[in-house]
């Protein structure tokens, strides 16, 4: 435990040292930000409300949308895949820790550092420009704060699971794009879930998408409340867990094929 | 020139071979490619139905907005996909460029030929496709001159974009780093002109009109194209100064290329 902390810190500490670069993605998020919030802002035109949502809220989702490309490693994520080329991967199985923690524990830190930085911030920025909703109780804080840390566990349980395909193919950056693209237009994030007609809406959730980036902004704005925000919330556990266990045979079959070349 | 060309074509051809040993993979990063231009505009299609337009324009409208800047930044990913800031500033980091330096052939020759992707035959494929979706959803009056204009417009394009490109990867000459703050121009500059302009903040429409022309290069021609009038007041002339806009940025930024290159001192590794 003591060791898992530790590598959150670590881990966070050098997130925060790339300075020039946390600064640049905060200023490509937010200027993609503000395109659209123009763009749902002329599509709402004199419409108060669709598929219940206010204007204010869809132009809160981008926000919500953009500060979260961050730390959930939106646009892809290669560690794993890079270490098991290069073969960092043995020394990294020999530790005392299992391996899967292991990457969990310094993508936490890395998520922590980027939800400061390039999250909060980006909320901060958005409240100035816009009128923008916010969570009306402690609870409702809470329930955010709660989504939030569960679409992380099944983000990174996912950026996992398709990094482990290096075991199997001596280039799977092919099959990493597809699955990180596919993942942009399921979970909710190029336009709201809510706006899809419902056949397609009753796809996405059959897949673990909508519990990362649909479940925190829904749950943020107040759309799920009582009952089925519990309910969200107790799928986003759910998820997590299937994805776990994903990982953890995938790895083990993953393991026992591995070749280090060289040495 | 012949002998550049032929330099050209034997670097490229060595870029395509190697891609082709991973099959599968490139394969299904084409397959990749190809549903990520789809997704962003199949999102907005799909939402359409509960709008009845953005401000103004209908669906197929936007449709041709976004497929011709998508088919142009394509193409322009292919052809200069070498000054791409992020694979160029790793050579410059690395000090790969050096060893290009050293080689009896014209570097920029060699730069262009550093890579071709044959996964951006996609994005291609896709902005091709969707312009076909989007002249059949809209009805334009086709005359000779829109006929003989449109590949202007799409190669000033092409033009406009390289030369961000190119600007970005002579920035990391004194940066080392890759300049971020690019992305904004490039991936951020072809998201803004995938829509009609009038819809953005009076300040952001003056920044890409006055300062980075942007809006000349899709917008103004879009209008044209379209027969929609101009609800910024612009001049007549507008429409047609796309290729101003493309070239002129392109052969400012082959000067900063070629001074960049004189002052370049290497990172030493």
């Known amino acids: 435990m003591h060791l898992f902390y530790e590598l959150i810190k670590t881990s966070f500490h050098q997130q925060l040292t790339y300075r020039t670069a946390n600064m640049a993605g905060l200023a490509t998020n937010f200027f993609f930000g503000l395109l659209r919030a123009a763009i749902l802002i002329a599509l709402y035109g004199t419409a108060r409300e669709v598929a219940g949502l206010s204007l204010r809220d869809a132009v809160t989702y981008t926000g919500l949308t953009q500060a979260v490309i961050a730390f959930l490693s939106f646009f892809g994520w ?14 990294d199985l020999l530790k005392p820790m299992r391996y899967y923690t292991f990457w969990l524990a310094k993508d936490l830190g890395r998520a922590l550092a980027c939800f400061l930085v390039r999250g909060v911030t980006i909320m901060l920025a958005y409240a100035l420009v816009f009128d923008i909703t916010l969570p009306t109780s402690v609870w409702h804080w809470l329930a955010v704060g709660a989504a939030l840390v569960l679409s992380t566990m099944i983000s990174f349980s996912w950026r996992f699971l398709v990094n482990l395909s290096a075991f199997w193919t001596p280039d799977a950056m092919g099959v990493g794009r597809f699955a990180f693209i596919l993942s942009w237009f399921l979970s909710g994030f190029l336009m709201p879930l809510r706006f899809f007609p419902d056949w397609f809406v009753r796809l996405c959730h059959l897949t673990p998408f909508p519990a990362t980036v649909n479940t925190v902004v829904e749950v943020y ?14 799928l986003q556990l759910l998820w997590f867990l299937i994805l776990l266990a994903a990982c953890q045979l995938t790895l083990r079959a993953g393991v026992r094929k591995l070749v280090i070349q060289g040495g | 020139m012949w002998h550049s060309l032929e330099t050209y074509r034997r670097l490229i051809a060595v870029r395509v071979r190697s891609q082709i040993q991973y099959r599968v993979s490139t394969l299904l990063d084409i397959a990749g490619m190809a549903i990520v231009t789809g997704v962003e505009f199949g999102a907005l299609a799909m939402v359409f139905q509960r709008f009845e ?24 990913d292919l052809i200069f996909g070498g000054f791409d800031p992020d694979t160029f500033g790793p050579m410059v980091q690395r000090g790969t460029l050096d060893q290009l330096l050293l080689r009896p052939v014209n570097v920029t020759l060699q730069v262009f030929g550093s890579a071709f992707l044959l996964r951006r035959f996609a994005k291609i494929a896709q902005g091709v496709i969707i312009f076909c ?36 990867a002579t920035s990391t000459f004194w940066t080392v780093q890759r300049v971020e703050a690019i992305n904004i121009f490039t991936y951020g500059g072809t998201e803004l002109i ?15 009109t006055y300062v980075v022309p942007m809006i000349l290069l899709n917008y103004y021609p879009a ?7 101009d609800p910024l007041g612009g001049p007549a002339c507008a429409p047609f100064l796309a290729p101003i806009a493309g070239f002129g940025m392109l052969a400012a930024a082959l000067g900063f290329w070629r001074f960049g290159l004189k002052h370049y001192a290497s990172t030493g590794t």
């Open chain 2, 53 to 76: 337009s953005i401000a103004g324009w209908t669906l197929g409208e936007v449709a041709f907005l976004y497929s011709l800047v998508t088919t142009a930044f394509g193409t322009m």
């Open chain 1, 221 to 234: 704005l107040g759309v799920l409340t009582g009952p089925e925000m519990v309910q969200a919330l107790g």
């Open chain 2, 223 to 229: 209008l044209y194209f379209l027969d929609k009038p």
């Open chain 1, 78 to 91: 290669w560690e794993v895949m890079r270490s098991v080329y290069s073969g960092d991967i043995s020394s």
């Open chain 2, 133 to 168: 979706i989007a002249l059949s959803m809209t009805s334009v009056h086709w005359t000779p001159a829109k006929v003989a204009y449109l590949p202007v417009v799409f190669v000033s394009q092409v033009a406009f974009f390289g030369g961000l490109f190119i600007i970005g």
């Open chain 2, 194 to 208: 995938s829509y009609p302009m009038h819809i953005y903040a009076k300040w952001m429409r003056r920044f890409f």
